[in-house]
Structure formats: structure tokens, C-alpha cells
């Protein structure tokens, strides 16, 4: 089945410790999102990706960076993770119409611990 | 600056109740979004409306677009334990979506 596919699931990082999460599909949709969800909070949107234009949010912290190598992969890479990063990072991707963007199709995230 | 409100934010029921979540804005969304979300998992995307005034049904769950698009709900009928979670709506604007604050619903057997 097409889908967004997360890994790992979960991961457990030191603080300052680099960390790489990736996110692929199979969907071909050409915007791929990053979020970060802390408990029980609405998504919270890091950067997306419109085909390889990068588009940062305005209060995403600096130790957030992210790469899009080809259409079916997107990485959120954490420089130096601090306590307050431990959350879960949600995949999502979605598909540009004419007159808009289509829904958005979240993967499972991954679940980041910060010791 | 867009904002979606989300009400109520916890819901505690018992097996067979009934129940409403809102979702309301000032601002015009080209369409809604109602996710589920379990503990650990992603959102799982419920039903998109688009038509002013539109209404979905998906099993015990009807979704209704209000007519100026501003607004949101989802009633869900003789609500179950496995509807527990976190029910988030987002409004579509722009490429990007804005979130409510989510309503955890708890359905007790």
C-alpha cells in the first residue's frame, strides 16, 4: 500500500548528540512536511519541502536542519538535541492541485529521547 | 494571523454517549481536515471537506462544514471505546495547515 513510512520509530539520542530521522513515501506526492508534537499538543510545523524548495518556518530553532535527497526521501537532522527536543517528529506529505494543496497524509513518527 | 479553535479540549464519556467536537475560526479554510490520533502512532486522516455547508458520514461519525467555511464539527453517535484518542481538525490555507488544539476523548466501557 502507498504510504508514509517513519523510521526508526523510536530512538534515543544524548544530549548534543547529532541525530538523523528519516521519512520516506510511496505516495509521490511532491511537499513533504516536518513536524514536532509534544504531548497531547497539535503538530507543531518545523519546515516542508515543495518538490526541492525549502521552506523554514520562522521560529524553527537553527539545530533544526533538513534534507530532501530525491522526491521519496525527507531527513530531519537534530544538530546538537537539548532536553526540551524529546518529543515526537511527524512525517507528513501532500500533493499540489490547481487552487491548492491536497490533503495531508501523516506518517507513523518517531518517538526521540533525549538523555 | 489564522487560529482554529478546538472545543472542548477533554471529553470523558461512558459507552453509548453521544458527543460534539467544534472547531471554529474568523478565518475562511479551502478545506477541513479531521484527524484521529492514537498514543505513539501519527495522525490518521478521518475526512476532508471542501463545500461550504457540506456534510460526511463515516460509520457513527458525521462531519459538517459550516456554510461560510469558517467552521467546523464532528458528532459521533453511540460513541465506543476504540474511539478513544486525540481528535485534531486543520484548516487547509495556503499549503499549509493550521491545527486546533486537539480534544482527547476518552470512552469509557
Known amino acids: 500500500d502507498a504510504m508514509v513510512i517513519q523510521n526508526p520509530r523510536y530512538q534515543v539520542t544524548q544530549f548534543g548528540k547529532p541525530v538523523t530521522l528519516s521519512c520516506s513515501q510511496t505516495?509521490?506526492?511532491?511537499?513533504m512536511y516536518w513536524y514536532q508534537q509534544k504531548s497531547s499538543q497539535a503538530p507543531k510545523l518545523l519546515f516542508h519541502?515543495?518538490?526541492?524548495?525549502?521552506?523554514n518556518e520562522a521560529d524553527t530553532p537553527d539545530n533544526f536542519q533538513s534534507r530532501r535527497p530525491n522526491t521519496s526521501f525527507c531527513f530531519l537532522d537534530i544538530r546538537s538535541p537539548g532536553l526540551g527536543d524529546a518529543a515526537m517528529y511527524l512525517c507528513?506529505?501532500?500533493?499540489?492541485?490547481?487552487?491548492?494543496?491536497?490533503?495531508?497524509?501523516f506518517g507513523p513518527g518517531t518517538r526521540l529521547l533525549v538523555l | 494571523t489564522q487560529l482554529l479553535e478546538q472545543s472542548p479540549q477533554f471529553l470523558s464519556i461512558q459507552e453509548g454517549e453521544n458527543l460534539t467536537v467544534y472547531c471554529n475560526s474568523s478565518s475562511v479554510f479551502s478545506s477541513l481536515q479531521w484527524y484521529r490520533q492514537e498514543p505513539g502512532e501519527g495522525p490518521v486522516l478521518l475526512v476532508t471537506?471542501?463545500?461550504?455547508?457540506e456534510v460526511k458520514k463515516l460509520k457513527r461519525l458525521t462531519f459538517q462544514f459550516g456554510d461560510a467555511r469558517k467552521d467546523s464539527s464532528l458528532h459521533i453517535t453511540a460513541a465506543q471505546p476504540g474511539d478513544t484518542g486525540l481528535y485534531l481538525c486543520a484548516g487547509g490555507n495556503t499549503g499549509k495547515l493550521i491545527f486546533g488544539q486537539g480534544t482527547t476523548l476518552q470512552v469509557k466501557p
Open positions: 471537506v471542501v463545500t461550504g455547508g
Open positions: 505516495l509521490n506526492h511532491n511537499v
Open positions: 519541502y515543495y518538490d526541492k524548495d525549502f521552506n
Open positions: 507528513a506529505t501532500s500533493r499540489v492541485l490547481a487552487g491548492g494543496r491536497e490533503t495531508q497524509y
